[in-house]
Structures are given as structure tokens and as C-alpha cells.
């Protein structure tokens, strides 16, 4: 998990983000992206009963994909990871590729 400070809380931040930011899709992940220069990156990701009815499973996606931006580094922003139904299917691996690519897309070009 990321410390509290690299964490969106609020559901008012994550609707406005939802509402308002950049949105990317890389198959059955969603990535909706702020970008805010000049300020430590945050992200939430959120996995919903319509992925599936088990927690275990949804707390297992969570987990692999903290795991995957920890390895990829978090861009200058808000990052929102919206989870959607069929990507609970896929391997670690997979996931890595699409969160990787989605990032590389997302990151501001120096």
C-alpha cells in the first residue's frame, strides 16, 4: 500500500477525477489521470463487486496492480485506476503490460 500521503481518500476527488480527467483505457482497465506538476504523484484504485463478488479476488487485483506502479513509479498527478469486469481474469504479467503502457502514454514527454 502507499503511504497515506501518495493515496487519494476523498470521493470527492475521486468523482471530480472521474468526472474531469484525462481518460485512458488499456482493455478491461480504466485510467482517468490529472496531471499536477510540481506535486508528489497520488493514486486509488478501485475494484468493484462487478468484477467480482469475492473480496479475496478484488483485494488480489488491488494488490497486483499497487505492485505493478510501485516497480513503474507513479506520474507527477492524480491517478485514478478503475477496474472493470474480465480483468480479474488476467495474469500478472498482463496486467503489468497494460499498466505500463497506459503510464508510458500518461507521463508528461520531457
Known sequence: MFPRIQRIRKSEEIITLLRQGKRLSEGSLSFFFQEKTGSMGKVTVIVSTKVSK?????????????????????????LVIRANPGSETLSYEELAQKVGNALTKLKPHA
Not at 469475492?54 to 492524480?78: H, Y
Open 54 to 78: 469475492k473480496a479475496t479476488e478484488r483485494n488480489l487485483l488491488k494488490r497486483r496492480i499497487r505492485a505493478i506502479l510501485k516497480e513503474n513509479g507513479l506520474p507527477e498527478g492524480e
